[in-house]
Nanobody, 124 residues
Framework: QVQLVESGGGLVQAGGSLRLSCAAS????????MGWFRQAPGKDREFVAT????????YYADSVKGRFTVSRDNAKNTVYLQMNSLKPEDTAVYYC?????????????????WGQGTQVTVSS
């Protein structure tokens, strides 16, 4: 059973930075893509970023492109989301997710394993 545990959320002022981590267990981590999603109050969960198993390819939502960076350390079974130049509209619960197959996807339904989420709050 795949388990995902996020950490690193918190309260930050607009323009600040945070780094989220997601520790994975339960299967060969490096063989699978990983994704980050977020859900703001009253809104649907939305795609943020994804990274291939090797870390060689990444893809971002337009809303975070140029500000967020997804990376992974396969030796530590951990994926990261570095968030810079944060804006109040980035406020949400952030989730890491893993697909059932190795290939990456940006669609919500392409992921079956989810972490518990970590709150990110950006004050203006």
């Amino acid at each position: 059973q795949v388990q995902l545990v996020e950490s690193g959320g918190g309260l930050v002022q607009a323009g600040g930075s945070l780094r989220l981590s997601c520790a994975a267990s339960g299967r060969t981590f490096s063989s699978y893509a990983m994704g980050w999603f977020r859900q703001a109050p009253g809104k649907d969960r939305e795609f943020v970023a994804t990274i291939t198993g090797s870390g060689g390819r990444t893809y971002y939502a337009d809303s975070v492109k140029g500000r967020f960076t997804v990376s992974r350390d396969n030796a530590k079974n951990t994926v990261y989301l570095q968030m810079n130049s944060l804006k109040p509209e980035d406020t949400a619960v952030y989730y890491c997710a893993a697909p059932p197959v190795p290939s990456y996807t940006i669609t919500l339904t392409g992921y079956v394993y989810w972490g518990q989420g970590t709150q990110v709050t950006v004050s203006s």
